[in-house]
């Protein structure tokens, strides 16, 4: 009989129609496969029953989290190579059943059954979120979410994004990603003060910062440019954190940090609002609400600044569906919209849009810093979640920074203005020298 890795591979060329561009290592040992490939390790036969349940990329994230699945050699090469053998990937891409239609994809799928052995369906791992009815992003929901996201430890947090405890891309002046000072932290300044000259924030202003994290805007903008600055975050573990840092700072009189819905702030007006990182949990449905809580914030001449992820738009929008790995793994109900759809919407809000910068090669660079920080502590970022968080968080990284390198998603700053009554914006007549 062949060794469990030609068969496998068999089956995956029968599935493809093509050949199989990685090597396989399955758990007999066995190998197959190009020479010099990056190599898909299969540990067990369990990996196989979960992409039989769950074909395409949930069944891969499940194995993948679960330890099913591993990767060796080079990792972005590995996730690049298997973004193509996933059938849903893509609108010109055959789907699960156009392919079962071919005899050949039917041999495959009943060898595979076959060497799979039971035909039980493993529970998923303990990091996923159960599936659930659609939430309009309610306010319960919307901790529930952030909650899944970001409290999983400010130790883990700090391994992965370094001193500068920003969770957003670094702003790089130089193609080879080196900043002023060549490092991500200099890079993540150089955002924090590049967000804060758009603002054209000046001491004695006021500043609401939504979706604060662990306040490193916050604590930037009044250091440097002498703002009073309220943070918003519905994570209790980001906002301990933020508060002491403000607090070792010494900046207590000048940033109050809140676990608080952006909808439920009533003190406004502000003169400024930044919003970096956030609007990806709000929800399409809730997006014009979102906008126009903003715009009442702010005082006439007031400027946002929002910070958003954004992908490609689709030719049929009505078919647009949520990532499977993402919403179950990373972000529950994040949504991602065009960028053209987010300034019409801030314009509906009654915004005017002045500026829209791309930044998307700076999140790619950005997030490869991530990831090196995690592998190169992964032990202890293992033990401070889980093995399987880890692993997540790995996997999630490495393929953003791939999506963004090939301009799958992208990710913008949009400034607005909320102009007087007589139209005044109170912006230089030159674009980009902000103040």
Same mark, same amino acid.
């Given at each position: 009989m062949p060794e469990a890795a030609s068969r496998l591979q068999s089956f995956a060329e029968q599935l493809l129609g093509a050949p199989l561009p990685m090597r396989i290592r399955a758990w007999d040992g066995s190998e197959a496969g190009p020479p010099g490939a990056p190599t898909l390790v299969v540990r067990n036969r369990r990996a196989l029953r979960r992409l039989l349940w769950k074909p395409g990329e949930l069944g891969l994230a499940r194995a993948w989290v679960?330890? +099913?699945?591993?990767?060796?050699? +080079?990792?972005?090469a590995a996730l690049d190579l298997l973004s193509g053998l996933v059938w849903e990937r893509g609108e010109d891409a055959r789907t699960l059943t156009e392919a079962l239609r071919e005899p050949e994809v039917r041999a495959a799928v009943r060898g595979l059954v076959k060497i799979a052995g039971l035909p039980l369906p493993p529970a998923p791992p303990r990091e996923e979120v159960p599936r659930r009815r659609r939430h309009l992003h309610t306010k319960r929901t919307d901790k529930r979410a952030v909650s899944h996201h970001y409290d999983v430890g400010n130790d883990f947090y700090e391994i992965v994004l370094g001193p500068s405890m920003v969770y957003s891309c670094a702003y790089w002046d130089a193609p080879g990603g080196t900043s002023g000072s060549g490092t991500l932290e200099g890079a993540q300044r150089d955002k924090l003060d590049l967000v804060c000259r758009k603002l054209a924030l000046t001491p004695g202003l006021r500043l609401l910062d939504v979706g604060c994290g662990w306040g490193s805007l916050a604590i930037h903008a009044a250091r440097e440019h002498g703002v009073h600055v309220v943070g918003v975050t519905l994570s209790q573990e980001q906002a301990a954190y933020a508060r002491k840092r403000v607090a070792d700072q010494g900046l207590t009189d000048r940033v109050e940090i809140r676990v608080q819905d952006y909808r439920d702030v009533t003190d406004g007006p502000f003169d400024a609002v930044s919003s970096v990182g956030m609007a990806e949990h709000v929800g399409s449905e809730q997006y014009l609400t979102y906008a126009r809580d903003l715009y009442a914030l702010l005082k006439p001449g007031g400027r946002l600044l929002n910070h958003q992820i954004a992908r490609r738009p689709h030719a049929d929008e009505d078919a647009y569906t949520l990532d499977g790995f993402i919403d179950a793994y990373v972000f529950p109900d994040g949504e991602l919209e065009p960028i053209g759809t987010t300034v019409t919407q801030l314009e509906r809000a009654g915004f005017e849009v002045r500026d829209v910068e791309s930044i998307r090669e700076h999140y790619a660079l950005t997030l490869r810093q991530w990831v090196t920080n995690l592998e190169? +502590?992964? !032990?202890?970022?293992?033990?401070?979640?889980?093995?399987?968080?880890a692993r997540v968080w790995r996997l999630y990284m490495? !393929?953003? !920074?791939?999506?963004?390198?090939?301009?799958?998603?992208?990710?913008?700053?949009?400034l607005a203005v909320r102009t007087s009554g007589e139209g005044d914006s109170g912006m230089p007549l030159r674009a980009r020298t902000w103040n």
């Open positions: 679960a330890g +099913d699945l591993d990767i060796e050699g +080079d990792f972005y190169g +502590d992964w !032990a202890r970022a293992q033990q401070l979640t889980s093995p399987g968080r490495a !393929a953003s !920074a791939l999506a963004f390198e090939h301009n799958r998603i992208g990710v913008n700053q949009v």
